[in-house]
């Protein structure tokens, strides 16, 4: 079963996609069109189904909340910054060598650790997903935000 919102909770699939559990990005007009492999969060009520979650709040911090207490295994599913976030594509280890010229000097010079999505090219290191938004969700979920044990978001 894949995760997937619609535009009506756009901001938490973001969310969903820094925490490191994939969730696609969809637009379907009525529950018959919902896929078959899909699960669905959504606002619109119209969309109710056995395989969507309507969403009763409107802020993204309690849509997340809600999201985590309906579908308890995602906290399971968390990797936090193991996504590329336009992407949704799971990041792949890359080495030091393969980025140099491709990271900003200072960048290159004090970071070990690099990560390449592998459909946009797009290079990720510690730190390079938003601090601020990382905040953000410690302070909603209530627990420090850790990077998969291979990574070293945050650390040096
Ligand atoms: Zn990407």
Known sequence: MRLAGDRTVGRLVKWLRILGIPCELITVKSKEEIPEDVFLLTRATSLASARSLVLPCEKPAAQ?????????HL??????????????????????????????????????????????????????????????????????????????????
């Open 64 to 72: 997340l909340r809600f999201v985590l207490e309906k579908l308890p």
């Open 75 to 156: 906290w399971e599913e968390m990797r936090p910054f193991s996504l590329c976030l336009p992407c949704n594509e799971r990041l792949e280890e890359i080495s030091k060598e393969e980025v140099f010229g491709l990271v900003p000097d200072h960048v290159y010079e004090t970071q070990r650790r690099f990560r390449r999505c592998p459909r946009c090219g797009r290079i990720y290191w510690p730190g390079s997903h938003h601090s601020l938004m990382k905040r953000r969700l410690e302070e909603i979920l209530g627990r420090p935000l850790t990077a998969d044990p291979d990574g070293s978001e945050g650390r040096s």
